[in-house]
């Protein structure tokens, strides 16, 4: 079982980034699946979850209206499209499946001028 974040970058204030999530060894349509961050010196928080078929999409309240988390089936994954980017967003984000507490390494986001 395999998750492998991708997408973080340094982008500006107001830039954009999509991160991506990779599952290797399970079917991403039979669990619900998270994004979390963490920033440094803080403790890791949800960010998005998306549920299986059904189920509701939550956000949290600090990305509503500029993150949207989305699935590709064809590829196994799930993704984390980030928009209005503040430096306040800057953290590692990583991928997560609640049920099984698999966790990927991570993908660092910066958002700076």
């Known amino acids: 079982v395999q998750l492998v974040e991708s997408g973080g970058d340094l982008v500006q204030p107001g830039g954009s980034l999509r991160l991506s999530c990779i599952a290797s060894g399970f079917t991403i349509s039979n669990y619900n699946m998270r994004w979390y961050r963490q920033a440094p010196g803080e403790e890791r928080v949800l960010v998005a979850q998306?549920?299986?078929?059904?189920?509701?999409?939550l956000y949290a309240d600090f990305v509503k209206g500029r993150f949207t988390v989305s699935r590709d089936y064809a590829k196994n994954s799930i993704i984390l499209q980030m928009n209005s980017l503040t430096p306040e967003d800057t953290a590692i984000y990583y991928c997560n499946v609640p049920t099984k507490n698999y966790w990927g390494q991570g993908t660092q986001v910066i958002v700076s001028s």
């Open positions: 998306t549920p299986t078929f059904g189920g509701t999409i």
